[in-house]
Each structure stands twice: as structure tokens, then as C-alpha cells.
């Protein structure tokens, strides 16, 4: 089983939690050793249990103005999911999902860059809006392949 544990304040991440839960779902189908997901949405009275075990954040980018380079780094609406990351046991955060806008240029999923050096986790993969299918596989890959070098190694890949 993956863990994954996001926020999604308009919806879209949510929508693409729902496609890759679907996509491991398919996955799973054709091969049992391939795992299913498992998608918790962070509310303020949410059970925040699912960090005591192995598990992957996935954060949209809002950011207050500027342009992710010179300022514009100030985060807005994430703030409690990031304050309830930092509560939890960050040695279990296997990876980061980011996403975002384009239009955005450099800051385009500049959140989850951030959350990598805050919490010392690697951004295993970034998607667009609600994504698609594309990215959906890729990032069910990319989860897999970090859940499986933790289950081998028994520690997380950190950034240094
Ligand atoms: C006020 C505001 C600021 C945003 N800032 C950024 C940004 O700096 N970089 C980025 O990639 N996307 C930015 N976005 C786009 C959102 O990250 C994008 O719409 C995302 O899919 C929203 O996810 P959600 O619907 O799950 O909340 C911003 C959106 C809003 C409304």
C-alpha cells in the first residue's frame, strides 16, 4: 500500500489523488504485487495516523505575488497542512508531490521544492491543475520505486 497525504483547497488535487488511486487500482489488477493507494485529504479534524507509517505529501503551490526568484515565496493556504507535516514524524515522508500552474513560470510548484528542504525529502514528481494520465503513471513509478528502496533499506532517501 502507498500513503499519500495531501491538501487541495479548489479541488484539483484532489481530482488527480482520484486518478492515481485509479491508476493503482488498474495496476494492482494486473499485477498483486503491485500496490493500491491509499489517499487521506488533510482537514483541520482529520486522523493524521497515516504519517506514523511510510508516506508521501502532495501540496499544491499558492504563493503570495512575485515571482519565485527574487520574492514571492510566501506561502498562503497550505500553511496548516505544511504545520501539520512539521508536527509529524518527517523520517516517514518518502517523497514530495508538487503541483501547480504553468503560467507560473519559475514558481510553478515552488511549494513542494520548499517542503523538500524543509522536511529533507526528495520532490519525486510535479503535475499540472487536475493532471493527466501521463503524470499519473509517472508518479505512481516514482512512488513505487522510492517505497520500495525504503522497504529494502529501511530509511528514507534524503537530500543530503
Ligand atoms: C492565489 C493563487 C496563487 C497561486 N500561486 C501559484 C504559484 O505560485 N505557482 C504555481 O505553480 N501555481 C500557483 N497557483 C495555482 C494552483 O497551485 C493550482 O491551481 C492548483 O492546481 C490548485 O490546487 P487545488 O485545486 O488542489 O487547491 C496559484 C493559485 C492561486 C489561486
Known amino acids: 500500500m502507498l500513503n499519500l497525504f495531501y491538501v487541495s483547497i479548489s479541488g484539483n488535487t484532489r481530482a488527480f489523488a482520484k486518478r492515481l488511486g485509479a491508476y493503482a487500482d488498474k495496476q494492482h489488477a494486473l499485477d498483486p504485487a503491485n500496490p493500491q493507494l491509499h489517499a487521506v485529504e488533510y482537514s483541520e479534524t482529520v486522523d493524521t495516523s497515516i504519517m506514523d507509517k511510510p508516506f508521501f505529501a502532495m501540496v499544491p503551490t499558492y504563493l503570495d505575488?512575485?515571482?519565485?526568484?527574487?520574492?514571492?515565496?510566501?506561502?498562503?493556504?497550505?500553511?496548516?497542512?505544511?504545520?501539520?507535516?512539521?508536527?509529524?514524524?518527517?523520517d516517514n515522508l518518502?517523497?514530495?508531490?508538487?503541483?501547480?500552474?504553468?503560467?507560473?513560470?519559475?514558481?510553478?510548484?515552488?511549494?513542494?521544492?520548499?517542503?523538500?528542504?524543509?522536511?529533507?525529502?526528495?520532490?519525486?514528481?510535479?503535475?499540472?491543475?487536475?493532471?493527466?494520465?501521463?503524470?499519473?503513471?509517472?508518479?505512481?513509478?516514482?512512488?513505487?520505486?522510492?517505497?520500495?528502496?525504503?522497504?529494502?533499506?529501511?530509511?528514507?532517501r534524503a537530500l543530503v
Not at 68 to 90: H, P, S
Request: glycine share 14%.
Open 65 to 90: 505575488g512575485g515571482d519565485g526568484i527574487n520574492n514571492g515565496y510566501k506561502e498562503v493556504m497550505t500553511l496548516d497542512f505544511r504545520d501539520e507535516l512539521q508536527a509529524g514524524n518527517t
Open 94 to 156: 518518502l517523497g514530495i508531490i508538487g503541483s501547480g500552474n504553468r503560467n507560473f513560470n519559475a514558481q510553478f510548484g515552488l511549494t513542494a521544492k520548499h517542503y523538500a528542504r524543509r522536511f529533507n525529502s526528495p520532490v519525486i514528481g510535479l503535475f499540472e491543475l487536475r493532471g493527466n494520465n501521463e503524470e499519473a503513471a509517472k508518479i505512481y513509478t516514482a512512488m513505487c520505486n522510492y517505497q520500495r528502496d525504503f522497504d529494502k533499506r529501511g530509511v528514507k
